[in-house]
């Protein structure tokens, strides 16, 4: 989540690795973005998350990195109760703040529709792409809209079962083992008390979501989350070998991320 804090972040890379560019996407060398006093972060290979206020690390990601895609689950300034953060900003003050992260960059955002829609208006910019993910939940909010902004994605890039299997030609298909497209309608169950992903966070996402949404976009861009959460959009990354840059100010979530992370792919480097 995003905040104020005086958190500083460092990570070291492996010596065989290039400083600049991972299997999929670019990354920057550990003196690019802070300095040698700077502490309290984790790395491994592709993934480096960051214990930090997010304008701060993003200021220097924007200096140094020219291929990154945000892709985030941000605060719905709804009055949820997380740990330290405050999730009631003033209704300009909140899209402000959205807007001081993503700006002209190539976005991907997770929220109501309502919100996509003021957000859009706001800053005059027009989604390349709504995807729904819509889900079973005994609130009046059944789904969320997933907003591609200055990016097209490519949903033959992902498959999934089809719809209608008794139809003859899509039978025949099955029968040779055939997948459809990625569609734009994701029935995807959030994640619940009793799933077995659920980590402490209040508002945790489904793996299946981001990773549906890392495999549909372009691969030679690093991922760029600046509300981590609970990690999930690094386990997608993780999954997926895509690179990635986690932000998270709240030091309980930030854990929660790296213990997450390093149970999910058994070696973690920390400096």
Known sequence: MRGQGPHGVLFHMASNQNPCVSTRGAFLTHNKIFNKNTMNSYINNN??????????????????????IFVTDPPYNIKYQYNTYTDNLQTEEYYKMLWSIFKDNMHIIIHYPESIYEYAVRFQIVPKKVISWVYNTNTEKQHREIAFFGVNPDLSKATQEYKNPNDKRIAKRIAEGQKCKLYDWWHINQVKNISKEKTEHPCQIPVEVMQ??????????????????????????????RAFIGIEIDEKYFDISKKRIINHIGIFNTH
């Open 47 to 68: 993934c480096k998350i960051f214990n930090e206020n997010n304008i701060n690390v993003i200021q220097n990601i924007n200096k140094h990195c020219t291929k990154y």
């Open 212 to 241: 549906n949404i890392i495999q549909i976009l372009p691969e030679d861009c690093t991922i760029v989350d600046p509300f981590m959460g609970s990690g999930t959009t690094a386990i997608a990354c993780i999954n997926l070998n």
